[in-house]
């Protein structure tokens, strides 16, 4: 079967040297011209372009802008295989030739920083090179181009949208993400990989006075203050070693004026967990703690939470992700490794939750190899090598691409029928 299936590899990935050049074109063409959640009008109409070129049935306008591409060919699994579009409010500093300089009409910039854009090309040439080799293969492939990753509410969109009438099933879900890694490595990760993220708002209230007159305030300041060290101890003393969970206070806003004691305090908090039994036992403990520190301030109204940008757990399917590893490693040999959780977020596995579908997500090295190797030997990769989010993160395009489109076909084959 492994023989029968790299000789269906190889046949398909054959006509990758016919897609690289307007792959590539494409890639520098997206990367000038990033869009914002939810605002991917122009990177959509692109992409359904090209997947028309390729012979797909395409379904526009999906939770906003949200692109389908289906490939009907037989019976046979219906595989599902996803790309995010949206960019980030970045001022980009990488010095590419290009590079972005699009600004909004509100005066944000907005940059790939996070390396959707070599998401979306992949996919598409993984598209074509699939499109035009049907005799190889037999099922169905759904390549899905999702809006507002970064926000989080982009693949939840997209399925309250109706996204289950036009699919109708899926068999199985697959993605992948850009990482520092070095370019041409493929990493995956069985079980839990990217952790739930929790984004919450907490308004805590005081009684105002001037700041010359302290004994008629209640002081949210210090209630706040109060608040940020007591949540230290919530991973420290209530999460066991063996798990694992982040809570970071972000932000603590109150007052405007060094001589007026404000009314009232808002804290940012973010809360990355691996475990649904540990999230909520998280939650639960900010929240006691919150309004236990507002009774002992004596604050004059009880407190208030707003949950918002939620995430869930990343969670791969063991069976779906070994034998993705198992292909990967039969055409990629050892550039094809195994990585560890990160605590990174997605909301890619809203998409087959809502299917009931199995699911599995990797990783791609997008770092040069040799400035890789020149950091990893220094001891210096937290310092020298540009992650997620970086306003100078920027993928080398290849091997980056072909890796990327590579993945996308190897992963795809390894459940679609034999043609």
């Known amino acids: ?155 939840q969109g997209m399925v309250d949208d109706g996204l289950r009438e036009v699919l109708g099933g899926v068999d199985v879900a697959m993605a992948q993400h850009v990482l520092p890694l070095p370019a041409g490595q493929i990493g995956t ?18 009684r105002g006075s001037h700041g010359s007159m302290p004994q008629a305030s209640v002081d949210p300041v210090v209630l706040a203050a109060m608040i940020v060290i007591r949540l230290q101890t919530v991973v420290a003393r209530e999460v066991a070693p063996a798990e694992t969970a982040v809570l970071t206070v972000g932000s603590v806003q109150a007052g405007s004026r060094s001589n007026v004691i404000p009314d009232h305090a808002t804290l940012l908090l973010n809360v990355r967990t691996y475990d649904e039994q540990v999230r909520m036992h998280v939650l639960e403990a900010i929240e006691r703690i919150v309004r236990a520190e507002c009774a002992a301030s004596g604050s004059p109204k009880d407190p208030e939470f707003e949950l918002y940008d939620r995430y869930s757990l990343t969670d791969n399917d063991e069976a779906t992700t070994a034998l993705v590893a198992a292909a990967f490693a039969d055409h990629f040999g050892e550039r094809a490794v195994r990585i560890p959780k990160h605590s990174a977020s997605e909301d890619f596995s809203d998409l087959p939750n809502a299917f009931g579908a199995p699911y599995t997500y990797w990783g791609i090295g997008g770092i040069d190899p040799d400035a890789y190797r020149v950091a990893e030997a220094a001891g210096r990769i937290a310092q020298d090598i540009p992650t997620n989010h970086s306003a100078v993160f920027a993928p080398v395009i290849q091997p980056t691409l072909d890796t990327g489109t590579s993945a996308l076909v190897v992963a795809a084959l390894a459940h679609l029928g034999r043609g």
């Open 189 to 206: 990760c069985p079980g839990p990989f990217l952790s739930a993220a929790d984004s919450m708002r907490i308004t805590v209230h005081g």
């Open 1 to 155: 079967m492994m023989a029968r299936m790299s000789d269906v590899v190889q046949s398909v990935l054959a006509g990758i040297d016919g897609v690289r050049g307007w792959q590539e074109a494409l890639y520098k063409d997206l990367h000038q011209h990033p869009e914002l959640p939810h605002q991917e009008h122009r990177t959509a109409a692109k992409v359904a372009d090209r997947l028309r070129t390729s012979g797909c049935e395409v379904h526009e306008g999906m939770g906003g802008t949200g692109v389908v591409g289906i490939l009907r060919n037989g019976d046979g699994p219906r595989i599902l295989l996803r790309a995010d579009m949206d960019a980030l409010p970045v001022r980009e500093a990488t010095g590419l030739a290009y590079a972005s300089t699009h600004v909004t009409d509100e005066g944000t910039p907005v940059m790939h920083a996070c390396g959707h854009d070599m998401h979306v090309t992949a996919l598409l040439g993984a598209t074509d090179l699939l499109a035009a080799s049907r005799q190889q293969w037999s099922g169905t492939l759904i390549s899905l181009f999702q809006p507002a990753e970064e926000v989080g509410d982009g693949a």
